[in-house]
């Protein structure tokens, strides 16, 4: 039999890959479950491993291995024995510590470092790996997996000029788990069916550029320059809320009763200003008024993008004196930075979120326009926080909001892209969900917003391991 065909069966009857309903650490049910971690376990099926992976590995040129921790790690102690290459190891813990080493081990700059990882899914825990690996001066250009989920991972780390081997593929295994009679071809469809659907999309998906921290809240509050991030983090922290509402609705009466209805639940209260047929100072002092009793922060979604002349008008002139009283606004960067340059002149009370990628079908803000954000925000960190992003795609000094949230997945029929909350702050890894309609055209406007902040939080805890 193939060596392929006996690992898989092998795998399967060991209980490694597992058929059924699994609710994963993320906290999304998966209809298949692998935990690789078993195959120290079995010293025969560690070998058939190591055995597939070495024939990827032969083909390699490479001074020095590293496995993922930790289920790779046994992988790439045996690679490193068996071809007497030396192995160094990355530290899981974060970085908070003195003098410990990043990385472990005899290495010198330039060395080209192979990694070796059991399973990629998204490959966020590649990336995680690769970071430290690249600031010690070793070079990484090849990742060898057993197991590629399909899910993305490959092409995000094609972004990083780093290709993916992969000993085997989930339809790989699939098949040969129907042809061998493990599995019914009717249970195999229903999985590859899982599987298509569930392919992180190139807009949902991790960037170039993904932060591979995993820090709190509490340990970002003293990395970020601009006042409003660190007040927003003080109010995320004490009301363990990291959610915005999208309060669109066009009357002043409903926005004020939406602010004070989920006030309590939230950090942000996001706005657009535009759409209130009656607005009016009155209205925009009782807005502050409940800003300031419930503690949470007004954004105005204002999504500035023309020359900074016109909107430093946009912003503090007009009917609606945004600057005035607006907490956060956020911007395109379309116009290049006199935009950035222009908000951060006229107020220095308002913090700045760049739109770095967008929630809707088909819009242009894909990779190449996601870097020149991150590269304008580092400009103008003192006045820019964060981004609208679909996730975490830079460094934790700045703070990640993404929009189109609802704890039902689909869309609307406008080109809305709905993510669940879990997806959005556990495996996309931002940081504030923004729910408008999820929340808005509840029945009881109030309890969605709790279910909202606890599902969001929740997300939160489990993914900082708390
Ligand atoms: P919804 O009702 O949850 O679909 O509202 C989403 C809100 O977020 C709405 O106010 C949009 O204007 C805003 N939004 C968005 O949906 N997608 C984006 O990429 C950006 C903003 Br930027």
Redesign the pocket.
Known sequence: MHPLRTLVIELYDKQVIQVGSFKLKSGITSPIYIDLRVTISYPSLLRQVVACLQDICRSLSYDILCGVPYTALPFATLLSVENSVPMVMRRKEVKDYGTKKAIEGVFQPNQTCLIIEDLITSGSSVLETLEPLVKEGLVVKDVVVLLDREQGGKDNLRKHNIQLHSVLKMTDILEILKDSGRLSADKVAELFEYFHSTQVSSNSSIPSGMASHNLSFEQRLSMIRNKVGRRLLEIVLKKQSNLAV?A?VTTSQELLSIASQVGPHICVL?T?VDIIEDWNETVCEQLVHLAKSHQFLIFE?R?FADIGNTVELQFTGGIFHISQWADIV?AHIIAGPGTIQALRKASEHCGILL?A????KG?LAVEEYTQKAIQFAKQYEDAVFGF?SMGCIGEPNFIYFT????LEKGG?SLG?Q?TDPKTVIGIQKSDIA?????I?HASDRKEAALTYQKACWDAYVQRIGK
């Open positions: 999208a669109d996001k657009h979604d999504k956020n739109l990628q967008m929630s809707s819009n609208i929009p189109g949230v609802k609307d809305q709905y923004i729910v408008g309609r999820g808005i």
